[in-house]
């Protein structure tokens, strides 16, 4: 799991892969791990394994983007040296399918779909699994990838985790994650809250990384602005506290179509502070909200957005036995273990 990163385990990549080696580590008395910023180290720990080891499966969480040589040596290296074990891999970023760039420069730019295309048919030749987040993520990964392959697909959505909860928080909403205006819907959000505030006193709080909040001047000058904007930065050990000082989460992005197929780390952390959601209607994770029945699915209009989040807080005020039941059922049904079973599922079916 080569996203364990020292000192980053506020990103969703990190969470993930930390939670998933705490779940393997529970089930298993023996767990090798491949981990390390440099590839080279990874490669090399991946040599040290003894051949006569039989191993259950092997499991992998790819980087995003492109996979360096070593990384793509290694993956190659494990199919020759241990040649019946069966390989799953998560598969967990797609930008490059919606030409969306995070690189400088026009050639490199021209060049990553086409090497991330190859990429992905070079792991179809090496895994006998690979999962996705959704349904239709997976749909999206298949067009890129022969009729004719031998590869399984299989979902494999993020999960909660058991944690403490204030049963009574203060009537506030929670946003945590990117600030963008491009995937957050970060504008549209503010827009609502200030809809909200005209009707009454509602706090947002809201966590983003401290770089990217430097970064940006329309949420800096709304935090100059308004009284019921609370601006955090927060770790994997300190964001508790902020969640047990709200009572609804929302997820207001809408714009760009790549958000559409996933299903954000942070819809699983909301879940598992057992917090209803106001979602704007936009594919995934509204699609899972909805299935649940764990809150309201909005436009993209901030007036409507506004007038589900006032509903939610009445309701929340009225302490919804209903609402609570599922979204207690919802997380019981996606934890985290949940995720290591179904990876043991279809790992060691023949």
């Given at each position: 799991m080569s996203d364990i990163l020292p000192g980053k385990n506020f990103?969703?990549?990190?969470?993930?892969?930390?939670?998933?080696?705490?779940?393997?580590?529970l089930k298993y008395e023996s767990v090798e791990v491949i981990i390390g910023e440099n590839p080279k180290e990874r490669l090399r720990q991946f040599q040290g394994l003894d051949s006569n080891q039989n191993y259950e499966y092997c499991y992998i969480e790819l980087k995003v983007g492109v996979?360096?040589?070593y990384d793509t040596l290694l993956i190659s290296s494990i199919r020759k040296k241990f040649k019946n074990i069966k390989i799953g891999m998560y598969y967990r970023d797609m930008y490059w399918a919606y030409n969306i760039n995070f690189n400088e420069g026009k050639i490199r730019?021209?060049?990553?779909p086409i090497v991330n295309k190859l990429?992905?048919?070079f792991l179809d030749k090496n895994a006998d699994i690979i999962f996705g987040q959704s349904e239709s993520f997976s749909k999206k990964m298949k067009e890129y990838i022969p009729k004719s392959n031998k590869t399984k697909f299989a979902i494999l959505p993020p999960g909660c985790e058991t944690v403490s909860i204030n049963e009574s928080p203060p009537l506030a909403v929670i946003y945590v994650g990117e600030i963008d205006n491009i995937f957050s819907g970060i504008e549209l959000l503010i827009e609502s809250m200030k809809l909200v505030n005209l009707q009454r006193e509602v706090n947002l709080n809201l966590v983003c990384r401290s770089n990217e909040y430097n970064n940006n001047n329309f949420l800096i000058e709304a935090n100059k602005q308004y009284k019921w904007l609370n601006i955090h930065?927060?770790?994997?050990?300190?964001?508790n506290t902020i969640y047990n000082k709200s009572s609804v989460a929302v997820i207001p992005r809408y714009k760009d179509e790549y958000t559409k197929i996933c299903l954000p780390i942070k819809l699983f952390e909301y879940i598992s502070f057992e917090l209803p959601i106001i979602s704007v209607d936009?594919?995934?994770?509204?699609?899972f909200?909805?299935?649940?029945?764990?809150?309201?699915?909005?436009?993209?209009?901030?007036?409507d957005l506004a007038n589900k989040i006032l509903k939610m807080i009445n309701i929340k005020e009225k302490e919804n036995d209903y609402l609570q039941f599922n979204l207690k059922?919802?997380?019981?049904?996606?934890?985290?273990?949940?995720r290591i079973e179904k990876i043991d599922e279809i790992l060691k079916s023949n």
């Amino acid at each position: 799991m080569s996203d364990i990163l020292p000192g980053k385990n506020f990103s969703g990549p990190t969470v993930r892969s930390l939670e998933m080696l705490k779940e393997f580590r529970l089930k298993y008395e023996s767990v090798e791990v491949i981990i390390g910023e440099n590839p080279k180290e990874r490669l090399r720990q991946f040599q040290g394994l003894d051949s006569n080891q039989n191993y259950e499966y092997c499991y992998i969480e790819l980087k995003v983007g492109v996979t360096r040589f070593y990384d793509t040596l290694l993956i190659s290296s494990i199919r020759k040296k241990f040649k019946n074990i069966k390989i799953g891999m998560y598969y967990r970023d797609m930008y490059w399918a919606y030409n969306i760039n995070f690189n400088e420069g026009k050639i490199r730019s021209f060049f990553v779909p086409i090497v991330n295309k190859l990429y992905l048919k070079f792991l179809d030749k090496n895994a006998d699994i690979i999962f996705g987040q959704s349904e239709s993520f997976s749909k999206k990964m298949k067009e890129y990838i022969p009729k004719s392959n031998k590869t399984k697909f299989a979902i494999l959505p993020p999960g909660c985790e058991t944690v403490s909860i204030n049963e009574s928080p203060p009537l506030a909403v929670i946003y945590v994650g990117e600030i963008d205006n491009i995937f957050s819907g970060i504008e549209l959000l503010i827009e609502s809250m200030k809809l909200v505030n005209l009707q009454r006193e509602v706090n947002l709080n809201l966590v983003c990384r401290s770089n990217e909040y430097n970064n940006n001047n329309f949420l800096i000058e709304a935090n100059k602005q308004y009284k019921w904007l609370n601006i955090h930065h927060a770790t994997k050990e300190t964001i508790n506290t902020i969640y047990n000082k709200s009572s609804v989460a929302v997820i207001p992005r809408y714009k760009d179509e790549y958000t559409k197929i996933c299903l954000p780390i942070k819809l699983f952390e909301y879940i598992s502070f057992e917090l209803p959601i106001i979602s704007v209607d936009h594919g995934e994770a509204s699609r899972f909200i909805t299935e649940y029945q764990i809150g309201y699915i909005s436009s993209k209009k901030p007036m409507d957005l506004a007038n589900k989040i006032l509903k939610m807080i009445n309701i929340k005020e009225k302490e919804n036995d209903y609402l609570q039941f599922n979204l207690k059922k919802c997380k019981e049904e996606n934890m985290w273990q949940n995720r290591i079973e179904k990876i043991d599922e279809i790992l060691k079916s023949n």
